[in-house]
Each structure stands twice: as structure tokens, then as C-alpha cells.
């Protein structure tokens, strides 16, 4: 099992940047790739950005592959999404959550647990 905490979410100018951390509690953090979602208020929830458990493969939704940057820290059991750029349209409460490695990619339902999210306001 793993719990996850999210933190660095604020308010920020469009063209900003902020830097996302997750903040992951387990034993096994390398059982688990993380993945990055959003929700926006009366919108669905949207895959961002997954991570593999070595860190090294990535997976990023079209709109955050030139803006965003996922990485993430084994030693540490944390995960990171930077993000630069920003638009009026990323304000969003944003979550990490884990899945099992066999497992990676945009499917929020394969994921088995969730952070409890950070809010990212964008103002235009």
C-alpha cells in the first residue's frame, strides 16, 4: 500500500511556471509507476503525465509534452511535475497517484491509489 501527498500548488500568472511534488509513503516505492491527473471544476478528470517505476520511461498527454516535465526520485520516494507556461485553462486541482508497474499509462481506473490533490489556479 502507499499513501500519497501532494504539495506546491498555488496561484501564479499565466506564463508562469510552478513545480508539483508528490510526496509518496511505502516501502516499495519502485512497485509503482505515478502518474499526474487533473480535474478542473465541472470537467471530467485528465490524464497529464505517467512516470515508470525507473524513471526513466514517461508518458505525457499532448497538451503537456512541450510544457510540462515529470520526474521523479526513488531515494526520495517523490515525484515531480514541473510545469512551465502556464494557461488559464491548467487551473485544475492536480493528483498523483499510483499504479502497479504492470500497469502504465492513461487509464485513471488502473490506478490503485490516489493523493488527495493541489489546487493550481492560473490567472489570465
Known amino acids: 500500500q502507499v499513501q500519497l501527498v501532494e504539495s506546491g500548488g498555488g496561484l501564479v500568472q499565466a506564463g508562469g511556471s510552478l513545480r508539483l511534488s508528490c510526496a509518496a509513503s511505502?516501502?516499495?516505492?519502485?512497485?509503482?509507476?505515478i502518474g499526474w491527473f487533473r480535474q478542473a471544476p465541472g470537467k471530467e478528470r485528465e490524464f497529464v503525465v505517467d512516470i515508470a517505476w525507473n524513471g526513466v520511461d514517461t508518458y505525457y498527454a499532448e497538451f503537456a509534452r512541450d510544457r510540462f516535465t515529470i520526474s521523479r526520485d526513488n531515494a526520495k520516494n517523490m515525484v515531480y511535475l514541473q510545469m512551465n507556461d502556464l494557461k488559464f485553462g491548467d487551473t485544475a486541482v492536480y493528483y498523483c497517484?499510483?499504479?502497479?508497474?504492470?500497469?502504465?499509462?492513461?487509464?485513471?481506473?488502473?490506478?490503485?491509489?490516489w493523493g488527495q490533490g493541489t489546487q493550481v489556479t492560473v490567472s489570465s
Open positions: 511505502t516501502d516499495s516505492f519502485e512497485d509503482y509507476n
Open positions: 497517484a499510483a499504479s502497479y508497474i504492470s500497469y502504465f499509462g492513461p487509464e485513471g481506473a488502473k490506478y490503485a491509489y
